[in-house]
C-alpha cells in the first residue's frame, strides 16, 4: 500500500534544493523535517483542564465590546 503525503510547492523546491546539495532522497530530508518537529509539536498541546484550572479572579478579565453583531 503507498502512501502519499501533498505539501506545499514552497517546501518541495526548498528540499529539491537541498536534496542537490545533500545527496539525500527527498524522502529521507522530508521525514528528516517532520520528526524534527514533532517534539515541539507535543509541547504545544494542552489540556483544556488544565488550563481551566490556571484562571482565577486575579487573571479573568473583564467583558470586552466588540460593537453590534452584523
Known sequence: MTQTLEIPESLFERL???VEL???SIES???QSIT???PRLREKVHDLDELL???TPDNL???ID???PD
Open 16 to 18: 529539491h534544493h537541498l
Open 22 to 24: 545533500s545527496g539525500q
Open 29 to 31: 530530508l522530508g521525514l
Open 36 to 38: 524534527s518537529n514533532l
Open 53 to 55: 484550572l490556571r484562571v
Open 61 to 63: 478579565h473583564g467583558v
Open 66 to 68: 466588540s460593537g453590534k
